[in-house]
């Protein structure tokens, strides 16, 4: 006879081998970055490299002797990162905490003094940094622009093109935009770019969309950017592509997560969700491998390019581009 305690025990870790199994089914789709060259001499930028993707794609590059700038917002985080891949890797390539803060221009600015002053070239600039934030909080930037709006594009459109003359510098250089699938799902309206309506709406609701269109607006944003830059800079030595690194498991979700949603979600996040270093793995082929060297305007994920179902105007891409310039020189929204 099987004692029941020896029943009680065999219940759960029977449940969590086939979840450990399952994962590892589904994970067979999720490609891994092979490349494993050198990178020694080369620089690396990244946004928001203290914590999930950014955090990994680091990692990952400073593991191959690479030199990463860790452009933070909070410089405590980045030097607190940096000390504890140190210590997991003593022989990594330097790493270098700088304060970047997104949501300000005259930060950015300030980070732009600092590198023009510190660094002569960039080779690979990754604009990993994002927020997610509950409409209803109607968080702004100091410029007064919607969070999302603001962060995830007027931020790094400003950051990109203030840092041009240093990736000229490095050709064959590379620009790696992180978007997201949900891309698909935004929209840009001009007449509302700050989603004042719909931020309105759910303050007097006091509830947010479920799927946030802040988020998946900015998104859009960022595949229309890297298009345009990249047909900007065609046959320039800088080549620009865009990936989703796909549904991570990371701090993206703090605002909008409760609790609970970890209980509820647990079976979707266990099965779907991978972890920030799978989720890096795009990033870090688009930054380093051979074979995308001379492809650009392309949209990447799982390490392979992905067809994306958005209808892309070339006249919204030309309008986006002049309004943000114009939004930037303004410095406030018009
Ligand atoms: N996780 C996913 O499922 C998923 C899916 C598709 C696309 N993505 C994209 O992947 C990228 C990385 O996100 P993640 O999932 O790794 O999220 P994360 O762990 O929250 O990392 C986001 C990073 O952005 C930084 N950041 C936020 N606001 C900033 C600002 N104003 N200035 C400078 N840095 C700022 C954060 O800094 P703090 O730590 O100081 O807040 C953090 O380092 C994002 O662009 C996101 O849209 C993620």
């Given at each position: 006879?099987?004692?029941?305690?020896v029943?009680?025990?065999?219940?759960p870790?029977?449940?969590?081998?086939?979840?450990?199994?399952?994962?590892?089914?589904?994970?067979r789709?999720?490609?891994?970055?092979?490349?494993n060259?050198?990178?020694?001499?080369?620089?690396?930028?990244?946004?928001?490299?203290?914590?999930?993707?950014?955090?990994e794609?680091?990692?990952?590059?400073?593991k191959?002797?690479?030199?990463?700038?860790?452009?933070?917002?909070?410089?405590?985080?980045a030097?607190e990162?940096?000390?504890?891949?140190?210590?997991?890797q003593?022989?990594?390539?330097?790493?270098?905490?700088?304060?970047?803060?997104?949501?300000?221009?005259?930060?950015?600015?300030?980070?732009?003094?600092v590198?023009?002053?510190?660094?002569?070239?960039?080779?690979?600039?990754i604009?990993?940094a994002?927020?997610v934030?509950?409409?209803?909080?109607?968080?702004k930037t100091?410029?007064?622009?919607?969070?999302?709006?603001?962060v995830?594009?007027?931020g790094?459109?400003?950051?990109?093109?203030?840092?041009?003359e240093?990736?000229?510098?490095?050709?064959p250089s590379?620009?790696v935009?992180?978007?997201?699938?949900?891309?698909?799902r935004?929209?840009?309206?001009f007449?509302?770019?700050?989603?004042?309506?719909?931020i309105e709406?759910a303050?007097?609701s006091g509830t947010?969309?479920?799927?946030n269109p802040?988020?998946?607006?900015?998104?859009?944003?960022?595949?229309?950017f890297?298009?345009?830059?990249?047909?900007?800079?065609?046959?320039?030595?800088?080549?620009?592509?865009?990936c989703c690194?796909?549904f991570?498991?990371?701090?993206?979700?703090?605002?909008?997560?409760?609790?609970?949603?970890?209980?509820?979600m647990?079976?979707?996040?266990?099965f779907?969700?991978?972890?920030?270093?799978?989720?890096?793995?795009?990033?870090?082929?688009?930054?380093?491998?051979?074979?995308?060297e001379?492809?650009?305007g392309?949209?990447?994920?799982?390490?392979?390019?992905?067809?994306?179902?958005?209808?892309?105007?070339?006249?919204?891409?030309?309008?986006?581009?002049?309004?943000?310039?114009?939004?930037?020189?303004?410095?406030?929204?018009?």
């Amino acid at each position: 006879m099987v004692s029941s305690s020896v029943m009680y025990a065999a219940v759960p870790i029977s449940v969590l081998v086939a979840i450990g199994l399952i994962r590892k089914w589904r994970a067979r789709n999720w490609a891994k970055c092979v490349s494993n060259t050198c990178l020694r001499g080369k620089t690396f930028l990244i946004t928001g490299a203290n914590s999930g993707i950014g955090l990994e794609t680091a990692k990952a590059l400073a593991k191959r002797k690479g030199r990463v700038i860790f452009a933070c917002r909070d410089i405590g985080k980045a030097k607190e990162a940096i000390a504890k891949i140190r210590k997991e890797q003593p022989n990594g390539g330097e790493m270098i905490p700088m304060q970047l803060d997104l949501a300000s221009f005259e930060s950015i600015e300030n980070f732009v003094e600092v590198m023009k002053a510190g660094f002569h070239k960039i080779d690979v600039l990754i604009n990993n940094a994002g927020v997610v934030v509950p409409l209803k909080e109607d968080q702004k930037t100091k410029e007064g622009f919607e969070i999302h709006f603001g962060v995830n594009h007027l931020g790094h459109f400003y950051l990109t093109n203030l840092l041009m003359e240093h990736l000229k510098r490095a050709t064959p250089s590379r620009i790696v935009v992180l978007s997201s699938t949900l891309h698909e799902r935004g929209n840009i309206d001009f007449d509302d770019l700050n989603l004042r309506k719909q931020i309105e709406q759910a303050k007097k609701s006091g509830t947010s969309p479920r799927h946030n269109p802040g988020y998946s607006n900015s998104k859009l944003m960022n595949a229309y950017f890297a298009r345009a830059l990249a047909s900007n800079l065609r046959n320039s030595g800088v080549d620009v592509n865009l990936c989703c690194p796909g549904f991570c498991a990371t701090n993206l979700f703090r605002h909008s997560v409760k609790w609970y949603h970890y209980i509820l979600m647990a079976p979707i996040m266990l099965f779907f969700m991978k972890t920030a270093k799978q989720g890096s793995e795009t990033v870090v082929f688009l930054a380093t491998d051979h074979t995308v060297e001379g492809k650009t305007g392309k949209f990447y994920r799982n390490c392979e390019e992905y067809l994306s179902k958005y209808p892309f105007d070339k006249d919204v891409e030309t309008k986006l581009w002049n309004v943000s310039e114009e939004l930037v020189k303004a410095r406030k929204p018009l």
